[in-house]
């Protein structure tokens, strides 16, 4: 599967680079809005990127094409896509692609241990993904994985992960939430100095301008939301599923709201039940999909960590036909959007015309995670199939 994904990348690397090889036109996806604003910023003008309109003529100038794709990074990625921009844009591709999915690899292992290739079949939509389009999911996916393990280990520089989550903070809410629950002050503090210390140098690297920049582009992506300008199919949130069936936004956004407290209500539930670590860590990356209303499939990454820490129980309270139930209903759960994607190619890019009318698709994503996250969690309520094969036990029957 590996091998399938370096290859995966290594075409793709040729497509952002040169489609004309492959017999293809030039159409901008994910890594060309990083290669753009990244080259923005070598030249001195980093907060056009988050303006729509001299972000499009940005588009036109440097790839002679265009695709409705707002950047509302904060400044602080754009150190990462800045120092990506130095190389040919195919070569900066897959060196960034390579490098976080070795990242998010060795954390998956540290989690799941033999169990990693499961977990790899389980979440194989999002890998294909991230390879084809170039975002930062394994990025996200190994900062989060890495909070984890050292939280877990009660390590303060568990805050040093936390930290660089700034880079995606809407996506890092539910950890950072764990951290104060749990009245880890010590990585809190570190997570704070990392903070600054990225503000600081940002602002130093992009000039000051860039936060004026940062600000415009989250309120015009406001708008855009609003108005449903962006591919509502292949985001994972409530907000995406209300507004394309029929409510207004903000319905939608008031309905995402009620779920995202109320996931956030059943983690804190297990925290004070004492819930087992593993099944913790699980819970709070399940819950980290609904608080945004600005989550994509390629943040599904969190999905896998999920996935990774409570894989063996899965596999100990399920037999195979369940078990591959199972893995069908992640991955429609997981490729819904991806299929769509490849079915109607136009929809997660070119005019915003063809972007209203890509919202004639349903967007299934959120309540197909919800059914496949509510289904493992009534399996990890059982016991082993083990413990119910051999009966109760004559300890079990005197305390009965």
């Not at 629950?181 to 704070?192: C, G, L, S």
Request: hydrophobic share 55%; charged share 10%; aromatic share 10%.
């Amino acid at each position: 599967m590996i091998g399938i994904l370096v290859l995966l990348g290594i075409v793709s690397a040729l497509q952002f680079q040169a489609p004309a090889s492959l017999g293809m036109a030039k159409k901008l996806t994910d890594y060309d809005a990083f290669h753009i604003a990244g080259t923005l910023a070598l030249e001195g003008r980093p907060a056009d990127a988050y303006r729509m309109r001299t972000m499009l003529a940005a588009q036109r100038e440097h790839a002679g094409t265009q695709s409705f794709m707002p950047w509302t990074y904060p400044p602080p990625f754009g150190l990462v896509t800045a120092a990506l921009a130095t190389l040919p844009i195919g070569l900066g591709f897959l060196l960034f692609m390579l490098a976080s999915l070795g990242l998010y690899l060795h954390v998956l292992r540290r989690i799941a241990g033999p169990y990693l290739p499961g977990v790899l079949i389980v979440i194989a939509p999002t890998l294909v993904l991230l390879m084809r389009t170039g975002q930062n999911g394994f990025l996200t996916g190994g900062l989060i994985g890495l909070f984890l393990l050292a939280f877990l280990k009660r390590k303060p520089m568990a805050g040093l992960p936390l930290g660089l989550m700034l880079i995606k903070p809407h996506i890092a809410v539910g950890v950072a939430l764990v951290t104060l629950m749990e009245r880890r002050w010590q990585t809190v503090i570190v997570a704070a100095a990392t903070v600054l210390a990225l503000l600081l140098l940002s602002t130093w690297m992009l000039g000051l301008s860039v936060w004026q920049g940062f600000a415009d582009g989250v309120a015009e992506a406001t708008v855009f939301l609003r108005l449903g300008l962006y591919p509502l199919f292949r985001m994972t949130s409530i907000y995406a599923f209300a507004y394309r069936m029929g409510a207004g936004p903000d319905w939608a956004l008031a309905l995402h709201g009620i779920v995202a407290l109320a996931a956030l209500a059943a983690f804190v539930r297990l925290w004070i039940l004492g819930t087992a670590p593993n099944r913790l860590a699980a819970a709070i990356c399940c819950a980290s999909l609904f608080i945004s209303p600005y989550n994509y499939d390629y943040d599904l990454t969190l999905f896998g960590l999920a996935v990774a820490f409570v894989l063996p129980e899965i596999l100990q309270r399920t037999t195979p036909p369940e078990q591959a139930g199972l893995v069908a209903l992640c991955w429609i759960a997981t490729g819904y959007g991806l299929a769509l994607a490849i079915i109607w190619p136009d929809s997660v890019q070119s005019s915003i015309s063809g972007l209203q009318a890509s919202n004639r698709i349903w967007s299934l994503m959120a309540p197909l995670l919800i059914i496949t996250i509510a289904l493992g969690a009534r399996i990890l309520a059982r016991a082993p199939l083990a413990a119910r094969e051999a009966g109760p036990q004559p300890q079990a029957i005197r305390a009965a």
